[in-house]
């Protein structure tokens, strides 16, 4: 996989801390099916499998291209407006 424009100067981001979760929704008692983290902010969201596709929702909101996912033993990226992997 090759990076793309959105990856240039993002920070390494740390391994998933355990009890982390979506706080959207935490709020609203849905359990998310699993979990991504904006690179550029730090904001941790449920993926498009969830219902209400929070991390979707925050790019769409943020304008934050690049997310990875936050899961265990998983490190891919994601980049929303060039819609690969990165």
Do not use: I
């Amino acid at each position: 996989m090759s990076g793309c424009a959105h990856t240039e100067k993002l920070p390494e981001v740390e391994p998933p801390a355990s009890g982390e979760s979506c706080l959207r929704c935490d709020e609203t008692g849905q359990d998310p099916v699993q979990l991504r983290k904006c690179l550029v902010c730090g904001n941790v969201a449920c993926c498009d499998s969830s219902p209400d596709r929070h991390a979707t929702e925050h790019f769409e909101r943020s304008g934050h291209a690049v997310m990875r996912s936050y899961e265990p033993g998983e490190s891919w990226r994601w980049c929303y407006t060039d819609r690969r992997l990165v």
